[in-house]
């Protein structure tokens, strides 16, 4: 019997021994924080990213670079983060990283997560690359290369802007989204009231604020300056380009820092060569509507698309791709939370030369308008390349629209809040 009670003494020692050394190797007793994330609409999803912001004091500094990663407190699974945002406050003592770890999750189902310091003998391998520098990038996953640089072939292509230029969708179609004279994506822009031209973000040069962030899950690109020929206007914008995911996200504000008279204001513009056949989109009220290209003047002109409109997109019913703008966010506040100035506001689908076509979401349509300062736009949009489905040909738009318009509810608790 004190045999066994020995053994058993010398067992628990041993647990406790391993344990220890496996805390100090890798941080696993050290807890930065709690994170708790709700599912509550009732939506499997096989993937999702946790995007979150944590402060650590002074501690969070020392040593080497930092690394930190999230376990499951119900199945003891390790999953590394990637820290895109790394500020540190020497006067507070705080250093305040953004951090983004992929998650499954279950319908109507809560998980929680411990924060650690450390890097776990887990797999952080990741379809997301990227090539080039400065503005001019490549992105790329499994389902789209996404040509941000900059092309002497015309003028609306040659600055170095950081906006989509190009668009490859692979999925076994290999099919170029392009434009003849200009980006893509040519939004937002601005008309000032007796000028004769717009101008648009794509024109930017070098905005004074740049910021790249890049990892195995999430490349961020942030910029922020006046706008092209509107110094009246600080334009925001950022991508955020994701692995494992068919789409990416864009989102742009318009801060109107003076007094300006517009013609034209419009986001959500992607323009293309003539590469489709029909637009389609889903309705405030949820009619889904498809239409030919040449059949659709009569129903949208004479009542267009919303600019609340959950999604649009423009499809090739002979090859199968299509190309789709989720609209995750749309706010036309100014800094009182009053709407901001708008004239006949819609989304509209427009003929380009060539027989090219695009989309744009009109804010002020082709009539001058007074915008005070304090005035605000902005949105936040997912592009997704898709395949038609056999049945239901908008069911992977839908599936994605479901769940980036309503998202998993997020709560951080920080080690020192004593949870």
Request: aromatic fraction near 14%; proline fraction near 4%; glycine fraction near 6%.
């Amino acid at each position: 019997m004190d045999r066994m009670i020995n053994i058993l003494i010398i067992l628990i020692l041993m647990f406790c021994f391993y344990a220890n050394n496996q805390s100090a190797l890798y941080g696993q007793d050290d807890n930065v924080a709690k994170i708790v994330v709700y599912e509550p609409f009732a939506l499997e999803r096989s993937i999702e990213y946790i995007e979150c912001n944590l402060q650590l004091n002074e501690n969070g500094r020392k040593g080497k670079e930092l690394q930190l990663y999230v376990q499951d407190i119900n199945t003891g699974q390790n999953t590394v983060c990637q820290i895109y945002k790394d500020d540190y406050f020497p006067e507070e003592k705080i250093r305040a990283v953004s951090i983004i770890f992929p998650i499954s999750i279950s319908a109507n189902e809560r998980k929680t997560f411990n924060v650690k310091y450390g890097s776990p003998h887990v797999s952080d391998k990741s379809n997301l690359s990227i090539q080039g520098q400065g503005f001019d990038l490549k992105i790329e996953n499994q389902f789209y290369l996404a040509d941000l640089t900059k092309s002497a072939e015309s003028e609306g292509k040659n600055h170095e802007s950081g906006q989509l230029r190009e668009l490859f969708i692979k999925m076994g179609f290999n099919q170029r989204l392009f434009r003849g004279q200009n980006r893509i994506h040519w939004a937002p822009n601005f008309q000032k009231k007796d000028v004769q031209h717009y101008q648009t973000i794509a024109g930017w040069e070098k905005p004074k604020t740049y910021n790249l962030f890049k990892g195995p899950y999430l490349v961020f690109s942030e910029r922020c300056d006046l706008a092209p020929g509107n110094p009246e206007i600080l334009l925001s914008a950022s991508y955020k380009f994701y692995a494992d995911l068919p789409y990416f996200i864009f989102f742009s504000s318009m801060e109107f820092i003076e007094n300006s008279w517009l013609t034209l204001l419009r986001n959500d513009e992607m323009t293309m060569d003539s590469l489709f056949t029909n637009v389609a989109c889903e309705r405030i009220s949820g009619e889904i509507i498809d239409l030919p290209f040449k059949q659709r003047y009569e129903l949208l002109e004479k009542n267009p698309i919303e600019n609340e409109a959950p999604w649009l997109c423009f499809y090739n019913r002979d090859k199968g791709y299509g190309y789709a703008s989720i609209r995750i966010m749309y706010d036309i506040r100014d800094r009182l939370g009053q709407p901001s100035p708008t004239y006949l506001a819609h989304t509209k689908i427009s003929d380009g030369s060539g027989g090219g076509k695009y989309w744009n979401r009109r804010l002020i349509h082709d009539h001058p308008t007074f915008v005070p300062k304090g005035s605000r736009y902005t949105e936040q949009n997912a592009y997704l390349v898709f395949k038609l489905a056999e049945g239901d040909k908008f069911k992977e738009i839908k599936y994605w629209a479901d769940r980036l318009r309503n998202p998993v509810l997020v709560e951080v608790f920080i080690a020192s809040d004593n949870y």
